[in-house]
């Protein structure tokens, strides 16, 4: 092929290359691809005719919310004075809103107040206004106020509280208002779905979802009574005192608390009070104002393989009797250190927590069968249950006509279990500190919540009759011998 024919054939194929380039440029500017035509002319939209999703949770949430609210509190709490060790920086800035932190220039005065605000999510149980949430979400709190779903707001009042299982009862004056469908946490199984409903950090109603990770969680010393529903659905600072549903939109848990290794917010591992739990509180709490704990009186401890090994049992399993406490149901029934209990009523017994949690669910002076594991064989024990010495003491700030010096304490008896929680003999006797507030001239003696009372003004406490009778005869300051981590000191108060 001679140059000329080349070129002209190259000319004809760039020439049909350039038309067919310019058709297919008017073909994209028809379409609507380039500027100038309608976009919203060629999208491929979904038919006005569909509704909403129809494998979501969205008919769930949209019944449950109307049963969720937000709860704020307000709480008053002194300002710490002392800069030394508390972590309050000593520079002018600070000195110019809490004064000189050099005591020798500093005389005697009140300590300044602050308020806090807390938020909290609770839930509806009933029509006529009554509502559950954590014990934390109001504990201390001078007033209560919860939000609606439709933005109503009401001012609450604190029908009762159980610090041990972390359950407050609340209660506005409302009726006819939306509330949950309680379901049965004892049907709860690993791997269900799970909803947390509440409002995380104040942003609002917040869905998150997830499944069921574990069920009777306990020994993270969260609570006194722990038998928590595990879930990955994320629970967040201010979803305490939500609701954990399942598909169906049943409350299955109250959300309580998060691992969260310091960093604050969710990491998977959130836990919520089964609502068998919530319940048995609520309705002793709505009745009589406290919550009354059947007692067997003594220490269980779990069964380890080389305990059962050493007991001469071929499984592992039911709960060890550590200790007996002295005149308790245990001990007159004639339970014995070294029994291990597989049955409570027939109900077979997996560990220490197991059997603690079922005894304390039973109604005081109730009767119980246990099945027990002794000296190589099997035995029926037949107990009368007592009630939970827990009787508790708060001193209110006057006593009579007069000041009290132990105002804002609040005790409670101290049993074999506490003891042993507190890493004391079962023995020990005395009345534990449960509660002091802050503000008090208790707080600024250094008194703290753990420590155990054993005598006022030098007369030895039993009880908490014995303490209320002490600090009611006395006059003006009060010496106290604490026992704190097995140590014993003097506070004068």
């Known amino acids: 092929m001679n140059k000329q024919n080349f070129w002209r054939r190259s000319q004809a194929v760039l020439l049909g290359t350039a038309l067919a380039f310019g058709l297919g440029i008017a073909g994209f500017a028809a379409a609507g691809h380039f500027s100038g035509a309608n976009p919203a002319a060629v999208l491929k939209l979904a038919s006005p005719d569909e509704g909403p999703s129809r494998v979501g949770f969205a008919p769930v949430v949209k019944k449950v919310l109307p049963a969720v609210v937000n709860i704020s509190s307000t709480k008053v709490s002194k300002v710490p004075t002392e800069f030394e060790g508390n972590g309050i920086p000593d520079d002018p800035l600070f000195r110019q809103f809490f004064g000189n932190s050099n005591p020798e220039s500093r005389g005697p005065r009140e300590a300044p107040q602050q308020r806090q605000e807390g938020l909290g999510s609770g839930v509806i149980m009933t029509p006529d206004g009554y509502i559950i949430t954590n014990n934390h979400v109001v504990d201390g709190a001078s007033s209560v106020r919860v939000t609606l779903a439709d933005n109503r707001e009401f001012s609450a009042k604190v029908i009762g509280t159980d610090p041990k299982s972390d359950v407050a009862v609340l209660k506005i004056d409302a009726a006819n208002l939306p509330c949950i469908t309680v379901g049965d946490s004892s049907k709860v199984q690993v791997g269900d779905y799970a909803l947390a409903i509440g409002d995380p950090f104040g942003v609002g109603k917040t869905v998150t979802m997830g499944i069921v990770s574990a069920t009777g969680r306990s020994h993270l010393g969260i609570e006194d009574y722990e038998d928590f529903i595990q879930t990955d659905a994320s629970i967040n600072p201010g979803n305490s005192g939500g609701a954990l549903v399942n598909d169906r939109g049943e409350l299955i848990g109250i959300n309580t608390a998060i691992l969260s290794h310091g960093s604050g917010g969710n ?33 269980p401890q779990d069964v380890t393989p080389a305990m059962a090994k050493a007991f001469g049992e071929t499984d592992v399993r039911g709960a060890l009797v550590g200790d007996v406490s002295p005149n308790s149901p245990a001990q007159k029934s004639g339970l014995e250190k070294g029994d291990i209990i597989l049955n409570v009523n027939g109900k077979p017994v997996t560990d220490s927590n197991d059997l603690r949690m079922t005894i304390s669910m039973m109604q005081p002076d109730a009767s119980v069968n246990l099945r027990v594991f002794r000296n190589g064989a099997e035995r029926d024990v037949t107990v009368q249950l007592g009630e939970l010495p827990t009787t508790t003491a708060s001193l209110n700030p006057q006593e009579g006509n007069k000041s009290s010096a132990l105002s804002g304490v609040g005790v409670e008896n101290l049993d074999a279990q506490s003891a042993h929680d507190l890493g004391l003999p079962a023995n020990t006797q005395g009345v534990v500190v449960t509660n002091v507030d802050p503000s008090s001239p208790a707080a600024d003696a250094g008194l703290r919540r753990g420590d155990v009372i054993q005598q006022v003004n030098r007369k030895p406490v039993t009880n908490t009759s014995d303490f209320e009778h002490a600090i009611g005869s006395s006059k003006e300051a009060n010496l106290l011998l604490v026992n704190r981590n097995g140590s014993t000191l003097y506070l004068a108060v």
């Open 267 to 299: 990491q998977g591992i959130g836990f919520a009070i089964p609502v068998n739990m919530v319940r048995n509180v609520m309705d002793q709490l709505v009745r009589t104002g406290k919550v009354s704990r059947a007692y067997l009186g003594i220490v």
